[in-house]
């Protein structure tokens, strides 16, 4: 009998063993492959850069004053620079739970306006060391701009070690009017798509696209963004990171249905910025 415990404590052990959590599923890790989909447990994050390539950084929401600092231009029909500078935070509620905002951007040119507030909350459904899938909701509040809402299903996908991919689903719906000041809601459709690997363990470039389309409202119209990004991150090896550096250089609609002729190679903007990391206790 005794033989018999030792033998199944051994199996128990070995079973608990080999189902134990990595170090992608509650650890925020250096290498960008291996971030969580959620910020872990008491983990403050400070955006002077875009949260994450895909969900958080595209959509008709975000997509007015990205977080960073972004210089651009703003129409093929004018010469008008864009010049915008967003912050935002995020903080790790408890394990699966992330909470953030995007707070007051500031469109320096043309406008010279603060753009609308953005609140998000995300919850991590699947959480497997080379899956996560998510359910998060977005609200946007109107300063200049007008109420929004989405619902997204953010998803990464871990390709070994040092491949990232990060996709997902996005719903979109926007209290627009139309030229007569009659409501006609906004409804998009997004499918955004990011690609990001690990050059080395703190140096880490990627690729970052998607197709949006705006199914209802004052304009109807289908477009594809087109980017790549470089970044670093400070840190040491195999702790906790203590900043991201990026920059990103993109197409925000290089394929657009509502250009003459397909594309809009002309529009483009460059959006450096840094992401910063405190653990507020263990």
Not at 54 to 78: N, Q, W, Y
Not at 119 to 130: E, F, I, N, S, T
Not at 139 to 161: E, S
Request: charged letters at 20%.
């Amino acid at each position: 009998m005794i033989r018999v415990g030792v033998a199944l404590a051994l199996l128990g052990w070995a079973a608990h063993a080999h189902g134990a959590p990595t170090v992608y599923r509650d650890e925020l890790t250096k290498s960008q492959v291996g971030r969580p989909l959620t910020l872990p447990r008491n983990v403050l994050r400070v955006d002077l850069a875009p949260p994450d390539l895909a969900t958080l950084d595209g959509g008709l929401i975000s997509d007015s004053v990205p977080r960073g600092v972004r210089v651009g231009r703003l129409s093929e029909l004018s010469d008008d620079v864009l010049f915008s500078i967003g912050t935002g935070i995020a903080f790790g509620l408890v394990r699966n739970v992330e909470l953030g905002a995007h707070f007051f951007p500031i469109l320096i040119e043309p406008a010279g306006e603060y753009g609308d507030i953005e609140l998000y909350g995300r919850y991590r459904l699947v959480d497997q060391p080379k899956f996560e899938l998510g359910a998060q909701l977005k609200l946007n509040l109107p300063v200049l701009g007008v109420f929004g809402a989405a619902v997204d299903l953010p998803a990464v996908f871990r390709l070994g070690d040092a491949v990232r991919l990060e996709s997902g689903v996005q719903l979109e719906v926007l209290a627009t009017e139309d030229t007569r000041g009659e409501g006609q809601p906004t409804l998009g459709l997004h499918l955004p798509l990011a690609l990001t690997t690990n050059l080395t363990p703190a140096l880490w470039t990627g690729l970052q696209t998607g197709v949006y389309s705006q199914l209802t409202g004052p304009t109807e119209r289908a477009f594809v963004r087109l980017g790549t990004v470089l970044g670093y991150t400070f840190g040491k090896y195999r702790q906790e990171p203590v900043a991201d550096v990026m920059a990103i250089f993109r197409f925000p609609r290089l394929f657009d249905s509502l250009a003459e002729d397909g594309v809009r190679p002309e529009v483009f903007d460059v959006v450096v910025g840094g992401r910063f990391y405190f653990r507020l206790r263990d």
